[in-house]
């Protein structure tokens, strides 16, 4: 197996029945976005022996952002329930709009499994290629998974807001460009419009093909270049609430760098009494 984070779906399909191989659906929806839910279309329909990865819940439920990181012992615990151990190779697909599978897959890096895939493309993909997908739910037995909290790979509100004055990291922001340029309301109840001072717009979109497959290396590092990342320094990534993030830094990951994920990205620093906020060019 090679260093590329991404997975074909020729490749799942080879190697369904591997026995150290878990496979999880971490399908997300936005809370505005219509019925049905992620959980509900994983019902429906999924890769055989899936199981539902729920961004929301593998969560800290005691902060009031959405979806934030969990501690080291809930997330060893809910992994566990999900039947994965510290030696799985874990593969995650979302729905093939990279809402989802790209954020387990950093939550798993953070927590140092580092045997973690994503699935190139996604369902969409999946099902393009004629594989199979059922709705028989998966029964997985409960394990004792250990975890590490890695905080090269997370950064908080203080340590961004830090960062402004000294320059040491890039904050590439995978938003679309109207929500990063402050043209655009934010999805997010009470948030404000614009962007961290200094950051830069990579737009997660940008990154993915017609038939949902991530672009190639050499497209990216042309589409990092063009928006004035420079790959030699230092990264964070941030988005909304820190889903999509996760792509930026998926793609820089099959570019071979590690990057840092501003874990409350614009849903904390959005709010009212969040730090500064800049509008216009970057």
């Known amino acids: 197996m090679t260093d590329d984070p991404l997975v074909s779906t020729a490749w799942l399909h080879d190697h369904l029945g591997d026995p150290d191989l878990r496979l999880l659906d971490a399908s997300y929806r936005m809370p505005a976005m219509r019925p049905p839910t992620a959980a509900e279309e994983y019902a429906q329909r999924h890769i055989h022996g899936a199981v539902f990865f729920d961004v929301d819940a593998i969560a800290d439920h005691g902060s009031s952002l959405p979806h934030m990181l969990p501690t080291p012992l809930q997330f060893a615990r809910d992994v566990g329930a999900l039947g994965i151990e510290n030696d799985h190779l874990v593969v995650i697909y979302d729905r093939g709009d990279y809402m989802g599978a790209p954020r387990a897959w950093w939550m798993f890096r953070v927590f140092n ?70 043209t655009a309301a934010e999805p997010w109840p009470g948030r404000r419009s614009g962007h961290i001072p200094g950051s830069l717009n990579v737009p997660f979109t940008d990154l993915i093909n017609p038939d949902a497959t991530m672009k190639s290396s050499e497209q990216l590092e042309a589409i990092f270049g063009g928006a004035k990342v420079d790959l030699q320094r230092p990264i964070v990534t941030s988005c909304g609430s820190g889903v999509t993030a996760g792509t930026i830094s998926l793609a820089l990951a099959r570019l071979g760098i590690d990057t840092a994920l501003y874990d409350g990205s614009w849903a904390e620093w959005g709010l009212p009494d969040g730090p500064v906020v800049a509008t216009g060019p970057a």
């Open 113 to 182: 499994h580092l045997r973690v895939k994503v699935l190139d493309g996604g369902l969409k993909k999946w099902i393009a290629d004629g594989y199979a997908v059922d709705a028989e739910p998966a029964t997985p037995h409960l394990t004792a998974y250990h975890s590490h909290l890695n905080e090269n790979r997370v950064r908080s509100r203080a340590q961004v807001l830090a960062n402004i004055s000294t320059s040491m990291e890039q904050v590439v922001d995978a938003r679309a460009k109207e929500r990063f340029a402050g």
